[in-house]
């Protein structure tokens, strides 16, 4: 993504609360990804091992690229 694409920032809103919607218990969620979720990421190749104590995570090259084609495919707006 680049500062010059415009997104759509209502699709993000959108994508975000229903990601959260994973980790739902009652009127309350975490505010990171549900963990199953990073499992599965980490399955495909695209981010390295969750299981850590840090509160990041590492992203592969694969898992970078992934992600920009992603956020084009999904955010930005197509002129």
């Known amino acids: 993504m680049t500062k010059q694409d415009p997104v759509d920032w209502d699709k993000v ?28 990421l980490h399955e495909r190749g695209w981010i390295l091992d969750p299981k850590n104590k840090k509160k990041s995570v590492g992203v592969t090259e694969e898992g970078e690229q992934k992600s920009e084609e992603f956020f084009q495919k999904y955010f930005v707006v197509k002129s």
């Open 13 to 40: 809103e959108e994508a975000a609360l229903a990601l959260l919607c994973l980790t739902l218990d009652g009127s309350r969620v975490w505010k990171g990804l549900d963990w199953s979720l990073m499992n599965r």
